[in-house]
């Protein structure tokens, strides 16, 4: 099985959309000792690719996310989002957590027009522009609800149109349907594949699940223990063109590469 090795310097190309050259992070916190989170890591994300980053608890995938996104300065190696070096947070950028951010006192509408009007979009288009992309969500009918009136997939569906209406370029996600149950995570990801689609993007998808994994992303990112260096990167391949896509043997044998792939770290975290 070939996998791309964890030392290999992926260059960048025209077909690039994130660069990330040489990066470390150290955590440098006021009390408590410094963590080395991240070494030399090296990845390269395609144009409109959709990836997904796996690893042990703790092994840096948030951070190398905040870093990506610009919520954290790079301190050493360098990370470019389509040719330009990052320094901070901006709109090419879009990121969602897993809890969803949304503000509690504005209603589902407000939540998805904050953006746009931050930006200075005219009240009238952000109101198109929301009705939209909360149809896209499935959310049509729920626009004057505030979150606390939601089930939880619902405010992970509005946290996820509050930042595909400003039509990021990259969208960054750290595990986003972790707190879902089964049912519910399973449908938005059929949707955020469905959505991928019609409004093609560069993703970093952050999660847990090797089957998550699998069944999104073209390409699969594993990390191994802290401190976090890039173990393997797999080709997904799978054709997602059969709707029971994810009973085939090229399915199931993937699953199986990765979770091998993952379990090869448990136990291995630098203290
Ligand atoms: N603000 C911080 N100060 C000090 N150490 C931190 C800070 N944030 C993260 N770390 C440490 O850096 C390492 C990487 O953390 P990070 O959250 O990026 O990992 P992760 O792979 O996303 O973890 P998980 O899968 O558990 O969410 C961990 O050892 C963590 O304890």
Sequence with gaps: MEHAGPGRVETGSEDAQIVVSGVSHVYRPKHGRQVLALDDINLTVRRNEFVALLGPSGCGKSTLLYL???FLP????TICVLGETV??????????????????WKTVRANVMY??????????????????????VGLKGFEDSY?????????QRAAIARTLVLDPATLLMDEPF???????????????????????????????DVHEAVYLAERVVVMS???????????????RSDPEFVKSRAFVEKVDEIWHLIHEEDGKAAP
Excluded: C
């Design 68 to 70: 990506t996104g610009g």
């Design 225 to 239: 223990a802290r401190p976090g260096r890039i173990k393997a990167i797999v080709e997904t391949g799978i054709d």
């Design 178 to 208: 972790g707190a879902l149950d089964a049912q519910t995570r399973n449908l938005m990801q059929i949707e955020l594949l469905a959505l991928w689609r019609r409004s093609p993007k560069a993703v970093v998808f952050v999660t847990h």
């Design 74 to 77: 790079v301190e050493q190696g």
């Design 147 to 155: 979150p606390s009136q939601l089930s939880g997939g619902m405010r």
């Design 115 to 136: 953006g746009l009007e931050r930006k200075g979009v005219p009240r009238r288009e952000a109101e198109v522009r929301a009705a939209e992309i909360l149809v896209q």
């Design 87 to 104: 320094r901070k947070p901006g709109p090419d950028r879009g990121i969602v957590f897993q809890h969803f951010a949304l503000f509690p």
